[in-house]
T-cell receptor, first 114, second 113 residues
Framework: SQTIHQWPATLVQPVGSPLSLECTVE??????LYWYRQAAGRGLQLLFY??????ISSEVPQNLSASRPQDRQFILSSKKLLLSDSGFYLC?????????????FGQGTRLTVV | QKEVEQDPGPLSVPEGAIVSLNCTYS??????FMWYRQYSRKGPELLMY????GNKEDGRFTAQVDKSSKYISLFIRDSQPSDSATYLC?????????????FGKGTKLSVKP
């Protein structure tokens, strides 16, 4: 069965510090991978998605970047965090074939920038 | 007009009540419709998944899609305190950026014992 791992669960970082959040998927090949941010009252905002190694699409211009160094690894990064980067970050995967399928989420990372 | 509209609630019901959760959308290209349940400080988990119009039932949960009205619903029968969570609707089209999920903001449900 497929599983998705996301870590850390909680992170407190000072303004201006770097960020690296990692997500890995097991039990599937060539998944589509996604990073979402969820802020209170604002729903899930798609930040990045990737259909393959080294292929990253950005949905929202911002202080963050993403990379996919391996088929089942997706990394969210920032060189210098802003207060506005605080939020709940979720990694997700799906496999699109033909019409498409649903997405499955990790347990999230709660980031607080202080 | 936002692509997906969902009443944020909160919605409070007594145990055993029938719960109706709804979303409306504007993009007629959406073909796949999902409901996710999210407990506090956890990632969303998939509850129901339907394609195009129609009904789908799974235990106490029923999902309905009316594409002509661009309206989807999730019904929960015999609601339990363990159903207390935020419910997110999501939908997608077929290809390109339309293949990415678009989420509602979620409705917070509280089922009182």
């Amino acid at each position: 069965s497929q599983t998705i791992h996301q870590w850390p669960a909680t992170l407190v970082q000072p303004v201006g510090s770097p960020l690296s959040l990692e997500c890995t998927v097991e039990g599937t090949s060539n998944p589509n991978l996604y990073w979402y941010r969820q802020a209170a009252g604002r729903g899930l905002q798609l930040l990045f998605y990737s259909v393959g190694i080294g292929q990253i699409s950005s949905e929202v211009p911002q202080n963050l970047s993403a990379s996919r160094p391996q088929d089942r690894q997706f990394i969210l990064s920032s060189k210098k965090l802003l207060l506005s980067d605080s939020g709940f970050y979720l990694c997700a995967w799906s496999v699109l074939s033909g019409g498409g399928t649903e997405a499955f989420f990790g347990q999230g990372t709660r980031l607080t920038v202080v | 007009q936002k692509e997906v509209e969902q009443d944020p609630g909160p919605l409070s019901v007594p145990e055993g009540a029938i719960v109706s959760l709804n979303c409306t959308y504007s993009n007629s290209a959406f073909q796949y419709f999902m409901w996710y349940r999210q407990y506090s400080r956890k990632g969303p988990e998939l509850l129901m998944y339907t394609y195009s119009s129609g009904n789908k039932e799974d235990g106490r949960f029923t999902a309905q899609v009316d594409k002509s009205s661009k309206y989807i619903s999730l019904f929960i029968r015999d609601s339990q305190p363990s159903d207390s969570a935020t419910y997110l609707c999501a939908m997608r089209g077929l290809e390109g950026s339309q293949g990415n999920l678009i989420f509602g903001k979620g409705t917070k449900l509280s089922v009182k014992p």
